[in-house]
């Protein structure tokens, strides 16, 4: 029996943050820049939360226009909005 050509093969998912890359390129933008050693942690996980936020509000924009499929203008929608309340909160 030939094997299937419709298999899927699946990629393994990295459960770990890229110390690594973000402490480089921390280094290279602020090289005074002193962080804890847990600090390039916080800062992955305040984007991964943005990211889910703006994947989120992009949702219920494609929704609210009856749309099934997030397109560009509903995440270009989300993120006026998340940078209109950020703008906010800093006045």
């Known amino acids: 029996m030939a094997p299937s050509t419709t298999v899927s093969q699946r990629k393994k998912i990295k459960r770990k943050a890229p110390r690594g890359f973000l402490k480089r390129v921390f280094k290279r933008q602020k090289p005074h820049l002193r962080l804890e050693t847990s600090g390039d942690l916080l800062v992955h996980l305040n984007c991964l ?37 950020l703008y906010l909160s800093k006045n």
């Open 49 to 85: 939360l943005f990211v889910q936020r703006l994947a989120e509000e992009s949702r219920m924009s494609a929704f609210e226009n009856k749309c099934g499929v997030i397109k560009k203008e509903h995440v270009q929608a989300a993120a006026k909005v998340k940078s209109d309340l």
